[in-house]
């Protein structure tokens, strides 16, 4: 997630482009940069760090035009640096680009490129951009921009200025949010309507394919055949806050929403349809995976739950044997590590003390280490051998949701990729594997779209002062995050158990109106669910159970019953932490408490 600006108007667009960038910095802030032309010369400012950064340069070295493009940068392709950093030129210095998405056919529109003579100087998806749109040039910038797009797959919202026809700048989306901000002689575009608050309510809410030329005389707009079309105006009359968190009441409930986007990006280029998982991103060859003995995952909280899922996976599609550890005890504990372990790193913000000291120990045992991270040039995606990202998009609340079902997701595709390099799975067992899984997305939405269910039980039972999970296998990994989402943000003591556990000693809690939320999705576990449901209602709990859709048997022995979309067991961990995080998000609500910022908790713990 990235934010783009751009202004056409009498005054210095210098001035507009900060502020704007400064009302989108929550989409992305690790490098910034701004573009502008005066008299048909085109200037850069461009720096990796936050927007304070690059405004401090433009105080000293402004950047003159009255025309101009900006953007704030959460990296995906090329770490934050000052090249990487957009605006973004063609070879020849004449075109200037911003954009906000993944080109995902970048490299083929490269290679093409380059037969044709063209050279790349960063490491972006976005620099193939311009220089497509001077491959198409010949004399109108709106109509090079069209034929630029028709090329390009992916997601996309670019700003694009050229000293070609310097009162003019051409925009469009496809995937990506934009905005055009009207006002008198004036013109805007951004990726969100705060950018533009200050200037003007009256926006145009662009469709996929929606072309703008904005000039002095106003603003046109084009179907991608280049045909005028008509729109009609949006007046906005809420305030700035709300719409950062694009109407949500909170970043938790927004990320929450975001999580079909975040876990088809997630997937993208890697699992596709047709053929074998990709993985560029890990350079592990087939000798070095066969002599991989053992793997550790190491990571902190919902990463190291995530973790849990990640064992449940590779041991069974890869047959390697598998260790996860919290990181904070991994460091301590001397772990029997050497050239024939892989350690796998999970972390979102990639900066976490003690997953970063786990990954700087498993290095000097001669460990390879794989980081899976949210967060580009981030110290654990710098000091990791092979990187694999989650593509989430920068998450602002403190409790995890996002970044927790896309490192389920890597961690699924990292256990694809083994047992493919392996040949542990046949083409077959693959073919069904990765149909599933990019069925995940839509399963997810489905989920979101019937909260009443959850909203009621939560109102029903917020007041509790303690709420157990429990669950058998991987229901038992999801139990563990359902847990700790409750607690961190509703404060709400609670704690998960393996059902099985529950008569040696647990169960000793279980008394009339315990609430207890049992997960059973695993099939080959649910009849015995089914028993330690039992157990646990005989002596009085009030139980929220969980199964797949058709298994409809727990419904007999449970108060309430959520059904989740059936999936492979394996995946059940992606759908069925939705509602437990929507749980937890009510409940924390209707106690009042602040959700995106709960008490004594940082979203990045960079002490141990
Ligand atoms: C809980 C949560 C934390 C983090 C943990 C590790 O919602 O977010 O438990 O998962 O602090 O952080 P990262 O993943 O940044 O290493």
Redesign the pocket.
Known sequence: MCGVVGYIGKKQAQSFLIEGLSKLEYRGYDSAGIAAIDNGTLSIVKCKGRLAGLADKVKENPVKGTIGIGHTRWATHGEPSDLNAHPHTNCKNTISVVHNGIIENYLSIKEWLSSKGYTFKTETDTEVIPNLIDYYYEGSLLDAVIKAAAKMEGSYAIGVISTEEPDKLIAVRKDSPLIVGLADGEYYVASDIPAVLNKTRDVYLLDNKEFVELTLDGVKLFSEYGEEIKKDVYHVTWNADAAEKDGYEHFMLKEIHEQPKAIKNTMTSRVMPEGEIKLDDIRLTKEEIENISKIYIV?????YHAGLVGRYAIEKLAKIPVEVDVASEFRYRDPLIDDKTLTII???????AD?LAALRLAKDSNSRVIAVTNVVGSSIAREADDVLYTWAGPEIA???TK?YTTQLIDMYIIALYLAQRKETISKLELEQIKKEMLALPEKVEEIIKVKEDIQKFAANNYMHKDIFFIGRGLDYNVSMEGS??LK?ISYIHSEAYAAGELKHGPIALIEKGTVVVAMATQEYLYDKMLSNIKEITTRGAKVLGFAFEGHTEIAKSVDIVKYIPKTLEMFAPVLSIIPLQLLAYYMATLKGCDVDKPRNLAK??TVE
């Not at 990571?299 to 990463?303: D, E, N």
């Not at 999970?346 to 976490?352: A, C, D, F, N």
């Open positions: 990571a902190c909280g919902t990463a999970i972390s979102q913000s990639g900066e976490t997953s403190v409790a995890s970044a700790l989402k961190e990045s713990v």
